[in-house]
Each structure stands twice: as C-alpha cells, then as structure tokens.
C-alpha cells in the first residue's frame, strides 16, 4: 500500500485506525479527520506540547508500508522554536507541527491520549507469608589500619561480631560501592544480604548510614499492559500500584506481529528490548515517586510476562517462538540485576520468573502460585484472558496447561467501534427483549443510559472495550437479534430500525448521539467468535486430556477476565457450562503471584517446582484442536451441554431442538451487578 504524491496512507498505533490525508497534512490534523485520540490543549498553536507522538521506522507487512525516519517533515522553524508548557520527550515530536510527506506509521503514546488508559489490575495476597530474601544489616568498622585488612574482610568481621551472620560471596557490582559506604567517620553503613542456593547469604549492595527500609517491586509484563506493585519487603505491604500501555504496541498488536517486525527488521529485536526496558524503568520511577521511595531503598525486582515478553526485556531473540517447535530459550528462572537491563536503579537485583512452554510463559507461573490449582483438591481450571489466552487445569493430581491464540478482540481491537478500557467505552450492555433497544454503562458513569436520554452528564462516549462487545453480543443473541451461527438477522429489521443493511449483512446501531455511531458489525460477530472458539477449544482440550467432562471451579484471570460477568460467559459459550457461583474473577493473578515471589523465598521454590509438574498440551500441533474450534464457534456451543446456563436465561433453542421445552428464565436487569 502506497500513498500517491498528492495523498500518503497514515496508521495511527495503538488504534489502528487509518487512511490517506494530502501530503503536507500535519498529524494533528490527520488525527482529527480518521477519529483519533490525540490530545490538544492550545488547539494547534504549538504551545501546551500535549500533541505528542512517535513516527515509528521499519516495515510493517500487516499495512504494507515502509516507515522511514523521514516520514515526516523535519521540523521547521515554529517547531524548532517551540518552547512547550510539556517538555517534549526524545524521539517525539508536536503533532500540530509535524507535517505528513510520506506513508508512516505513527504511534499515539498514552499521555497524548484525551482518554489515557485505566489498567484496572487489583491485586489479592490472601494467605501470604512472609519469608524474606533480603535482610539489612548496619554495622560499623572500625578505623582502617595498616594491617593489610581488605574493607570486605572488615565487613566480614562486623557482620559476624554485630550480627551473627556469616556470609559467602560479594557480588562483584557490590564492590564498587563499598568505599563510598564507609568512607569517613564513624565507618557506619548498611549492607543488603540475599539469600540465594548457596548456604550462606550474599553481600549484594550497601547504603551509607542507616536505614531500615527494604523495598522490592513486582511487574507483570503483558503484551498490552504492564502491571506493577511497589512493596514494603519487611511487611508485604503493597504501598503504590500503577500500569501503562506496552510501548511495543507500535510495532504490532498482537505477538506475532512484533515477532514478525523483529524478522523483517533487522535489529528489530533490539527496538522492542529498548522499548519495553523504557518502560519498566519508568514505572518504577513512578512507583517510588508515589510511595516516596529513594532509588536507592529498591533493592528486589521481580518480572513475569509471557515468553515473548519474558525474552525481550532479557535481550534475547524471539523469533524462535515465532513457528514450531517455538523453543523457549530457558524455562528456567533468571537471576540479573536491574543495571543489567538498563534499568536505573543501581541497588536492585532481578529475579525473571520460569516459563512453562514456548506459549505459556512466567506469567502463567506467577499465576498459578497466586490461585494453586495444584494444590487443588478437585480440578481447578485457571484462564488468563488477553492477546494469547493461557489455560490450565490441574489438582494435586496432574497439572495440564496450553495457550490459545485469542487475538486482540478481547480487548476491543478488530472491533469497529472497540477501545481499549478507558473513560468514555461503554463496558455494560442490556437489550431490550421487547423493543431490543440498548441500555448501556460507560466507564467513568456509574448510571445507565440510551442514545435517547438526551444530553447527558459524564464522559462522552467513545467506542465500546471488551467486557462491553461481549455483553453486547450475548445480549443480542438472547434478545434473537444474533443466530446461533453468528449471523445478524436481517428480518427483526422488520421488529426495529436499530437493525440496518450494511452491505451483504446487517449491523445492529448500539450507540448514536450527534456525531458518535457505534454499531456492532457483522464483521466485529465474527471477530468474537473466532477468539471465543480459539479460547474454548484449548480448555474442550484440556478437559479431554485430563479425562474429565464437567468442571465447576473455573477462575478468569487478567484484566479483562477480572471484568466480564461469569453469565455473559457462559452465554457465548467462552467458559464451559458450569453452576454459576463456580465462575469468578480473581484480578490480577500474574501480578499476585509476582508480589509472592517477591516477598517470599519459599513461593519462589514452590513457583519453581510447579512448573515442573506441568504437562505442557501444544495446540498448533493437536489434531482435535480444529474439530474442537468448529464446534465452538456457534453460541453458546453446538453440541456441548448448557444444562446450568439454561436455568439462569431463557436460550434461543438450537437448531436441532427448536421444539425442545424451555422454562422461563430471568433477564438480567439494568440495575444488577452481576461480576
């Protein structure tokens, strides 16, 4: 795809959202006409610096264009001199200023962004149990001596006399600091000791002074958001949490996307590593600025994320996980330091957490520590929904995990309307069963509404995330709007003008007030359904493997599965039929499993030794995998039993069994809560 000399094809990244503008457009401009978040306080005079944003270089094979450096216009004299109120990050440049004269790939970071992302991640530490990997200890030397005492010696002694510890190695980054701990006088200083393998503790790091205070963070590094908690090690206490958007967004999507940037561009691997340690270092600035933490008291770093992930911010080429046999370079646990991941924080030491398989990464691991589905009684199946939805299903028994290629759907992208969860998207849906028209909850409002309450207080609206196209999408299903196929129904246009003739198929109108129209597609059906069958196939899998045909304890992980209601589901079939208390969400759990391992030597052992037990089931390479995804394309399943749901709500009959009984069932209403 290629622009013409009078027009150049733009994307906009993370929205994806694109077309052609005339060459010499500037990017604010171009950003207002395709509907793009991109932020202006002063209107364009170059003034408030609000309009920031990144030209991205390389080739993008999934818009077919090459994005080069000079995509856009150097920057001419106003924006050379342009002295705004927000400091222009590097790399970045003013979106009202910089003019479009090639085809380019531009990414909207989310501080430009009028809407900037919520990453509503909680978190749960029930029943944890302290157990320490760094202790702290002051001693004090006594003055140097001509004696040929090496400082380490010294400190050796005073640990041993004022402490009673014995300690085994120095590490070498710890040396360097040690004069500067113990110059002048008194030689007072404090030293951070690690408990490690080895059975004696090691000398990691030193403060000058005293101080008592031991901090650690633990991050959960997904592919969309990256989660973090900032804790007090000597109490597990979670002092700051924050989230942003993964910066690697501007390179794809979704991960093969980006693996696929990384084998089209050479030194690809080494924009993405850049990209997400930037990241990393930024949000743990943030968390010690929240908390009030010197850099300097970070002492313990923790990092899961999925394999993709988990290589990139360790330097390591992925694409190997990018086709069969998708070979994790180590399924090991990693020991670093943050200064060797370019991290700014000189005193903190890193601990990577272990992958399971090429798909099913430390994220799953931390996951697993967190809800213990082998320390189960009875099967417990655990669902991280996101890009790649990881699945596992065990007991003290057996332990089984597999990964399903979801896609973004999920979180609103390859929806025509979809956002991701920010203020403005519409997360609730209820249909009518009699009118079938819409009543909706945006985020940012608590109070229901329609297209039809004329002017409205609150955030207006801007598209619809995740948890708001699935329950749109059951909704309509319910109401006999959507088949069980999928397919929209052209004749209840006959019952309702909200269903209109898009093309070759029909569209149902969700949302409309002055500009805003927002329409589930035939196209954004689909798009559903494929990421719930691809999910529903890999735990059909699972259940198949483990032997077992019903299971009541499913719990939905991550930050979209935190926020789907149970009901709605089961309604499109994404989780087996199951009594409906035996459907929850339970947050964050990569990011609780983190803080586990953080705070504790005997969770990172446990972590460790449960990923050993898992059998790994490879979906790409299962030949029940496809049967098992056609089956679970139509709603809520073709075949499967829906004995449970069909007690809660009144299901369309299936095909096959149009004259089979139903009893009335209830409606949710617009005032329940039912997450």
């Known amino acids: 795809m290629t622009g013409s000399a009078e027009h150049r094809h733009v994307v906009f990244t993370p929205s994806g959202r694109r077309g052609s503008v005339p060459t010499g457009t500037t990017v604010l401009a171009a950003a207002r006409e395709l509907g793009v978040d991109l932020d202006s306080v002063c209107g364009g005079r170059g003034i408030c610096g609000h309009c920031q944003v990144v030209p991205a270089a390389g080739s993008f094979a999934k818009w077919a264009i090459e994005s080069t450096v000079d995509a856009l216009r150097a920057p001419g004299s106003a924006e050379s001199a342009a002295r705004p109120a927000r400091e222009v990050t590097a790399g970045a440049r003013l979106g009202?200023?910089?003019?479009?004269?090639?085809?380019?790939?531009?990414?909207?970071?989310?501080?430009?962004?009028?809407?900037?992302?919520?990453?509503?991640?909680?978190?749960?530490?029930?029943d944890l149990v302290i157990d320490p990997l760094v202790t702290l200890a002051y001693v004090e030397l006594r003055p140097?001596?001509?004696?040929?005492?090496?400082?380490?010696?010294?400190?050796?002694?005073?640990?041993?006399?004022?402490?009673?510890?014995?300690?085994g190695a120095v590490d070498t980054?710890?040396?360097?600091?040690?004069?500067?701990?113990?110059?002048?006088?008194?030689?007072?200083?404090?030293?951070?000791?690690r408990r490690t393998t080895d059975p004696l503790p090691r000398l990691v790091t030193s403060v000058p002074g005293f101080t008592d205070h031991a901090y650690g963070a633990a991050i959960d590094i997904g592919s969309t958001t990256i989660a973090g908690h900032l804790v007090d090690l000597t109490t597990g206490a979670v002092l700051a949490s924050a989230g942003r958007m993964n910066p690697q967004i501007r390179f794809g999507e979704d991960l093969m996307s980006r693996v696929s940037y990384v084998m089209m561009n050479p030194g690809g691997d080494t924009d993405l590593t850049v990209a997400v340690r930037t990241a990393l270092d930024e949000l743990l600035v943030e968390l010690c600025g929240s908390a009030g933490v010197a850099a300097t008291e970070l002492f313990d770093i923790v990092l899961v994320g999925n394999p993709i992930m988990h290589h990139l911010v360790l330097g390591i080429d992925p694409t190997p996980l990018g086709s069969a046999p998708f070979e994790l370079a180590t399924d090991e646990a990693v020991a670093t330091t943050a200064t060797a991941l370019d991290l700014g924080f000189r005193n903190a030491s890193v601990y990577v957490g272990p992958c399971i398989a090429g798909h099913v990464g430390a994220d799953t691991a931390a996951a697993m520590l967190a809800e213990g589905p082998y320390r189960s009684d009875h099967p417990q199946l655990l669902v991280d929904i996101g890009t790649?939805?990881?699945?596992?299903?065990?007991?003290?028994?057996?332990?089984?995990?597999?990964?399903?290629?979801?896609?973004?759907?999920?979180?609103?992208?390859?929806?025509?309307?979809?956002?991701?969860?920010?203020?403005?998207?519409?997360?609730?849906v209820r249909i009518d069963r009699d009118t079938l028209a819409p009543s909706v909850k945006i985020i940012g409002d608590e109070a229901w509404t329609d297209d039809t309450a004329g002017s409205r207080r609150g955030p207006t609206v801007t598209g619809v995330c995740g948890s708001g196209i699935i329950e749109a999408i059951a909704e309509l299903f319910l109401a006999g709007v959507i088949a069980a196929d999928g397919t929209i129904r052209g004749e209840v246009a006959a019952r309702t003008d909200r269903v209109v003739a898009d093309g070759r198929t029909f569209s149902y109108r969700l949302f409309a007030s002055g500009p805003t129209q927002l329409f589930v597609t035939q196209n954004d059906v689909r798009a559903i359904q494929l990421a719930k069958a691809a999910l529903r196939a890999g735990i059909d899998l699972l259940l198949e493997h483990a032997g077992l045909d019903v299971i009541t304890d499913i719990r939905l992980a991550g930050a979209f599965g935190a926020h789907i209601d149970p009901l709605y589901a089961m309604v499109l079939g994404l989780v087996p039929d199951c009594p409906l208390d035996g459907v929850r969400g339970v947050g964050n759990a990569a990011g609780a499993g983190a803080v586990r391992a953080l705070v504790s030597a005997s969770q990172r052992t446990e972590m460790e030794a449960a990923v050993r037990r898992v059998r790994k089931v490879e979906t790409a390479i299962e030949p029940r995998f496809q049967e098992l995804f056609v089956a679970a394309m139509a709603f809520p399943h073709t075949t499967a039993s829906v004995a449970h749901l069909s007690q809660?709500?009144?299901?369309?009959?299936?095909?096959?069994?149009?004259?089979?009984?139903?009893?009335?069932?209830?409606?949710?209403?617009?005032?329940?809560?039912t997450s």
């Open 388 to 428: 790649n939805a990881e699945i596992v299903l065990g007991s003290t028994t057996a332990v089984w995990a597999a990964s399903s290629p979801t896609g973004p759907a999920f979180e609103g992208a390859q929806i025509s309307s979809g956002q991701r969860a920010t203020a403005g998207a519409i997360e609730r």
């Open 144 to 167: 140097a001596e001509m004696d040929g005492t090496s400082l380490v010696t010294a400190i050796r002694a005073a640990l041993a006399a004022q402490h009673g510890i014995d300690v």
């Open 96 to 126: 009202c200023l910089a003019a479009i004269q090639h085809d380019v790939v531009i990414d909207v970071p989310a501080a430009s962004q009028v809407h900037r992302p919520v990453v509503r991640k909680a978190i749960a530490l029930d």
């Open 173 to 193: 980054g710890a040396l360097a600091g040690l004069h500067r701990t113990f110059a002048g006088e008194p030689r007072g200083g404090t030293v951070v000791l």
């Open 648 to 673: 809660l709500v009144d299901l369309p009959a299936r095909p096959s069994s149009a004259n089979s009984a139903r009893r009335r069932r209830r409606t949710p209403s617009t005032t329940e809560e």
